[in-house]
């Protein structure tokens, strides 16, 4: 049976829609998967020597146990946001003859194959063999590398256990944070030491083997949880359905003072709110709107304000980019209809515009306390919204143009590249690089000032030429009016 | 009203739709049957400007649809889910499309009014997301919103799979009424040929995208129609 399964799951790797994205988008995936490889390799063989020389005080392996607390809570983390349980595709193995536990078991059992198992052991293993190399006994390496397996996969189990216990509320992503919030605050303030007593009990184990039964009957016991919770659910209204909840509505009736472009710009503030994947674009906007801690607290970048230009751009363009470059693609789903409507395309587009317009200036006021960095990091900032209104808006709504991929909009949006085509990536250019060139000639040619006014120049100039290149961005939409039906049209 | 000149459409080297000369009057009820495959959907994406024609062309009020736009304003569809929002209410769809239409929230409320024993309490009011209706409740919210904005044209791609048996009458009752109005040109396909040949005046019959039968509806219609596809 299990051999049955196992020739599926073959099967649905090979023939799936996964390999007939571009060429680039996997290649880039496989540049990821080696990056991260690399990077566990290189811990699990740089740690030894590198706590060695920090803690010159304490055995290197201890601090590796007392670090192994926080170790697993960003483990967790990183699994509840990137991790699924791969319920949805035994639906059409429910009416067949097999036994419900025995396609839970084959669920289960499949998680345990995932990729953030396997990963942890380019760090173990080799970690595990720098131990031996500097003479640490045998049989404590192998227990130590196994009970770190089963820890993993202990986080494994567990965070399925959280997701489902999540799924069930409204703002799914709260339960972890308080948790693992929680967990770091009472370590941090000594109420009750985790990272200790998970050190402890490392070490414990590694000192009396046979203590490795404990990890893993708490293993086998998350497990059990885990087939109890889902042999329950394993109905097509239970587990294996999307949810449906009730909705609330809201007319926006503040649109309505827009004009022409008022019911498309409901049906975009819809579209983003009621839909994962343009949601999650929120989400992350969100997260980048700290992107400028990074750079703007380093005296190095200070010297080099073409950096700072490239931060302007990401910050108050972010929304632009991320919403803009799949233009028309948001509304695959149903271009058939707007296409046999009363609108017009002007409208249409027009109306994406506003949008990414008010973004802009919106993502700017939110950034007003980088004044805190200098003045001159606000006026960057200014400058950069006033290209991304009036020079990169455009761009995006041209590249649109080309778009010819599909996206299924429940979908959330992190590691997603659904949609994503040649396209994506050629318009990354003009919208990053270009601005930033600009500035940087100006700047080396005359100074700082002028390198700012280009950009300013620039986007005054676009705005005024508006109604101009919307013309010529309508008629390239209409020219490719079939091809965009078509394309849409196709599922993946 | 409608008139297909020397259409047709090719895909590869694989002609799916030709037809050499069609017209229809203005308030005629024009139903198309056929088999799968047959170019019924086709022949309605190119009336909707939806693919473009290998060759010909087709001329909607004297307007011919693929060169200028204006044909829109006058002609309500529904083809198939792709042209739901499964992110809306039904009602936000009703009003999306009626803005689109020219009208506003009281008259698209007005007019859904009429509707009530369509909608059997199941679609108004029900909270609920397009995407999570039933096949069939989408398929009514579809069908209403092509009759928003009293169209002179409308096209419906098999308005009746789906439906379960009590809206199948009341939406045959519906479209008879709108073919009483001369005013309105109704297109519909369909398998069940009970229905088509209750509903509509004239029947033609498409088989690998050529017109074999054109027939005006009479008693013996759907006789001749079972013998036609009993094969």
């Known amino acids: 049976m299990i051999t049955r399964f196992m020739s599926l799951e073959w099967k649905q790797f090979l023939r799936s829609s996964y390999?007939?994205?571009?060429?680039?988008?996997?290649?880039?995936?496989?540049?990821?998967?080696?990056?991260?490889?690399?990077?566990?390799?290189?811990?699990?063989?740089?740690?030894?020597?590198?706590?060695?020389?920090?803690?010159?005080?304490?055995?290197?392996?201890?601090?590796?146990?007392?670090?192994?607390?926080?170790?697993?809570?960003?483990?967790?983390?990183?699994?509840?946001?990137?991790?699924?349980?791969?319920?949805?595709?035994?639906?059409?193995?429910?009416?067949?003859p097999l036994k419900k536990s025995k396609i839970v078991h084959y669920v289960l059992n499949k998680s345990a194959s995932s990729f953030f198992n396997f990963l942890p052991l380019f760090a173990i293993v080799p970690f595990s063999l720098v131990l031996l190399f500097k003479d640490y006994q045998l049989v404590q390496v192998a227990v130590w590398a196994c009970s770190m397996l089963v820890f993993t996969l202990i986080v494994n189990f567990l965070n399925f256990i959280i997701e489902s216990k999540s799924s069930e509320t409204e703002f799914a992503f709260l339960p972890i944070m308080l948790l693992v919030s929680g967990l770091l605050a009472l370590n941090h303030?000594?109420?009750?030491?985790?990272?200790?007593?998970?050190?402890?009990?490392?070490?414990?184990?590694?000192?009396?083997?046979?203590?490795?039964?404990?990890?893993?009957?708490?293993?086998?016991?998350?497990?059990?949880?885990?087939?109890?919770?889902?042999?329950?659910k394993l109905y097509i209204d239970g587990a294996l359905k999307k949810g449906s909840k009730e909705v609330s509505t809201n007319d926006l009736a503040w649109t309505r003072k827009l004009g022409a472009i008022a019911p498309f710009l409901q049906l975009d503030l819809k579209l983003?709110?009621?839909?994962?994947?343009?949601?999650?674009?929120?989400?992350?906007?969100?997260?980048?709107?700290?992107?400028?801690?990074?750079?703007?607290?380093?005296?190095?970048?200070?010297?080099?304000?073409?950096?700072?230009?490239?931060?302007?751009?990401?910050?108050?363009?972010?929304?632009?980019?991320?919403?803009?470059?799949?233009?028309?693609?948001?509304?695959?789903?149903?271009?058939?209809?707007?296409?046999?409507?009363?609108?017009?395309?002007?409208?249409?587009?027009?109306?994406?515009?506003?949008?990414?317009?008010?973004?802009?200036?919106?993502?700017?006021?939110?950034?007003i306390p980088y004044v805190y960095f200098g003045w001159d990091i606000l006026l960057i900032h200014f400058a950069a919204m006033i290209y991304n209104i009036g020079v990169n808006t455009h761009v995006l709504l041209f590249g649109g143009s080309f778009n010819?991929?599909?996206?299924?909009?429940?979908?959330?949006?992190?590691?997603?590249?659904?949609?994503?085509?040649?396209?994506?990536?050629?318009?990354?250019?003009?919208?990053?690089?270009?601005?930033i060139l600009l500035f940087y000639i100006s700047y080396k040619l005359i100074n700082y000032e002028a390198g700012i006014a280009t950009l300013i120049v620039l986007g005054v100039l676009g705005m005024v030429f508006h109604q101009k290149l919307m013309k010529v961005i309508v008629q390239c939409y209409k020219n490719k009016k079939y091809a965009m039906i078509a394309a849409f049209s196709q599922s993946n | 009203m409608i008139k297909a000149i020397d259409i047709s459409k090719k895909y590869g080297g694989n002609t799916v739709l030709s037809i050499a000369n069609l017209e229809i009057p203005k308030g005629q009820c024009f139903g198309l049957?056929?088999?799968?495959?047959?170019?019924?959907?086709?022949?309605?994406?190119?009336?909707?400007?939806?693919?473009?024609?290998?060759?010909?062309?087709?001329?909607?009020n004297d307007i011919q649809v693929d060169?200028?736009?204006?044909?829109?304003?006058?002609?309500?569809?529904?083809?198939?889910?792709?042209?739901?929002?499964?992110?809306?209410?039904?009602?936000?769809?009703?009003?999306?499309?009626?803005?689109?239409?020219?009208?506003?929230?009281?008259?698209?409320?007005?007019?859904?009014?009429?509707?009530?024993?369509?909608?059997?309490?199941?679609?108004?009011?029900?909270?609920?997301?397009?995407?999570?209706?039933?096949?069939?409740?989408?398929?009514?919210v579809g069908i209403i919103a092509a009759f928003i904005g009293n169209p002179e044209v409308i096209v419906l791609d098999e308005p009746f799979a789906n439906l379960d048996p009590t809206t199948q009458i009341r939406l045959k009752q519906l479209l008879k009424n709108v073919v009483d109005n001369q005013e309105v040109t109704l297109l519909i396909s369909s398998h069940d040929l009970g229905h088509v040949t209750e509903v509509c005046d004239r029947i033609v019959v498409l088989e690998k995208g050529e017109i074999v039968k054109d027939l005006s509806t009479s008693t013996e219609t759907l006789q001749e129609l079972e013998t036609y596809f009993t094969v």
């Open chain 1, 19 to 96: 390999w007939q994205k571009s060429i680039a988008i996997n290649i880039l995936m496989v540049f990821l998967g080696l990056y991260f490889i690399t990077m566990f390799l290189a811990l699990g063989v740089g740690l030894f020597p590198v706590l060695e020389k920090m803690y010159p005080d304490t055995d290197p392996f201890v601090q590796v146990n007392n670090f192994m607390f926080y170790w697993l809570l960003a483990d967790l983390m990183m699994r509840f946001f990137l991790q699924k349980l791969p319920v949805m595709n035994v639906k059409p193995l429910l009416v067949l």
């Open chain 2, 33 to 60: 049957v056929g088999n799968n495959g047959a170019g019924k959907t086709t022949f309605f994406n190119l009336l909707l400007d939806l693919i473009q024609p290998s060759t010909g062309h087709i001329i909607l």
């Open chain 2, 67 to 140: 060169k200028n736009e204006d044909w829109k304003t006058f002609t309500g569809s529904f083809i198939d889910e792709s042209f739901l929002i499964g992110y809306l209410t039904p009602e936000e769809y009703f009003y999306f499309v009626g803005e689109l239409r020219g009208m506003n929230k009281a008259d698209i409320d007005a007019f859904l009014l009429q509707f009530t024993d369509i909608f059997n309490d199941e679609i108004l009011g029900a909270k609920k997301y397009l995407r999570d209706l039933s096949k069939g409740n989408q398929k009514k």
């Open chain 1, 189 to 232: 303030f000594n109420v009750i030491s985790f990272s200790g007593i998970l050190a402890d009990g490392i070490n414990y184990i590694v000192a009396t083997p046979w203590m490795v039964l404990v990890p893993v009957l708490l293993l086998v016991g998350v497990y059990w949880v885990n087939f109890k919770m889902l042999i329950g």
């Open chain 1, 404 to 435: 010819r991929k599909q996206i299924d909009l429940n979908k959330s949006a992190a590691f997603n590249y659904q949609g994503t085509g040649a396209v994506q990536w050629i318009i990354g250019f003009p919208l990053m690089a270009l601005p």
């Open chain 1, 272 to 367: 983003i709110w009621r839909n994962k994947r343009p949601r999650s674009t929120i989400l992350m906007l969100v997260m980048s709107l700290f992107y400028g801690l990074i750079f703007y607290p380093n005296p190095t970048y200070q010297d080099m304000p073409a950096m700072l230009v490239f931060v302007g751009i990401f910050i108050t363009g972010i929304f632009m980019i991320n919403f803009g470059q799949f233009i028309p693609a948001w509304d695959s789903g149903y271009y058939n209809m707007l296409m046999s409507q009363n609108i017009k395309y002007k409208n249409y587009l027009d109306s994406k515009y506003k949008l990414m317009m008010a973004s802009a200036v919106i993502l700017f006021v939110l950034s």
